[in-house]
């Protein structure tokens, strides 16, 4: 994303570019439209789960806290990620390059942080409900062990995808 708003700002005709035009070009980027086909592919999945959880992983057989407990978890997700999808949506505000980006690096990192944050409680209530009722056994203990590095790996790297995503705007602010 960096080189590519680099380059449109090299090929841009010296006073001939207006400040909306600009935006449009940052609204119109195709990372920020990666971002929203991520977020319309998370929505669609996760409220099939929602739709089929309760019968295909026998929701009937846990306690009402547990299927609470995820439901909530998993359309926090879901609200988050339409919120992020309005937001992206949003042609960026102001008459300056340089505050235009900032405002949205700023709103970026907020959006990555509640990201990972909401992606952790949703795992953990996923834990809490597929695990509930369940008779522990070492295997199963190292099985959990290793379930929860994948899942840490997993966060990691989303982390890694925001902050990267993040750190190439915000270069180009420094240019």
Request: proline share 2%; glycine share 6%; aromatic share 10%.
């Given at each position: 994303?960096?080189?590519?708003?680099?380059?449109?700002w090299?090929?841009?005709?010296?006073?001939?570019?207006?400040?909306?035009?600009?935006r449009?070009?940052?609204?119109?980027?195709?990372?920020r439209?990666?971002?929203?086909?991520?977020?319309?592919?998370?929505?669609?999945?996760?409220?099939?789960?929602?739709f089929?959880?309760?019968?295909?992983?026998?929701?009937?057989?846990?306690?009402?806290?547990?299927?609470?407990?995820?439901?909530?978890?998993?359309?926090?997700?879901?609200?988050?990620?339409?919120?992020?999808?309005?937001?992206?949506?949003?042609?960026?505000?102001?008459?300056?390059?340089?505050?235009?980006?900032?405002?949205?690096?700023?709103?970026m990192?907020?959006?990555?942080?509640?990201?990972?944050?909401?992606r952790?409680?949703?795992?953990?209530?996923?834990?809490?409900?597929?695990?509930?009722?369940?008779?522990?056994?070492?295997?199963?203990?190292?099985?959990?062990?290793?379930?929860?590095?994948?899942?840490?790996?997993?966060?990691?790297?989303?982390?890694?995808?925001?902050?990267?995503?993040?750190?190439?705007?915000?270069?180009?602010l420094?240019?």
């Open positions: 994303m960096e080189e590519a708003l680099k380059k449109a090299q090929d841009l005709p010296a006073g001939k570019t207006s400040p909306a035009a600009l449009g070009m940052i609204h119109r980027h195709p990372a439209r990666a971002m929203r086909r991520q977020m319309i592919l998370e929505i669609v999945l996760l409220a099939v789960f929602l089929v959880y309760y019968d295909f992983f026998d929701g009937d057989r846990r306690p009402w806290g547990a299927n609470a407990l995820l439901v909530a978890a998993v359309a926090w997700v879901i609200v988050h990620n339409v919120a992020g999808w309005v937001y992206s949506r949003q042609a960026l505000q102001g008459d300056h390059l340089q505050e235009m980006l900032r405002r949205h690096v700023t709103g990192r907020r959006f990555a942080i509640l990201s990972v944050i909401s952790v409680g949703m795992l953990a209530s996923l834990l809490v409900f597929f695990s509930y009722g369940m008779a522990w056994s070492a295997w199963k203990g190292w099985l959990l062990a290793a379930t929860c590095l994948v899942v840490l790996m997993q966060l990691t790297w989303l982390g890694s995808i925001w902050q990267r995503r993040i750190r190439n705007i915000s270069r180009v420094e240019a």
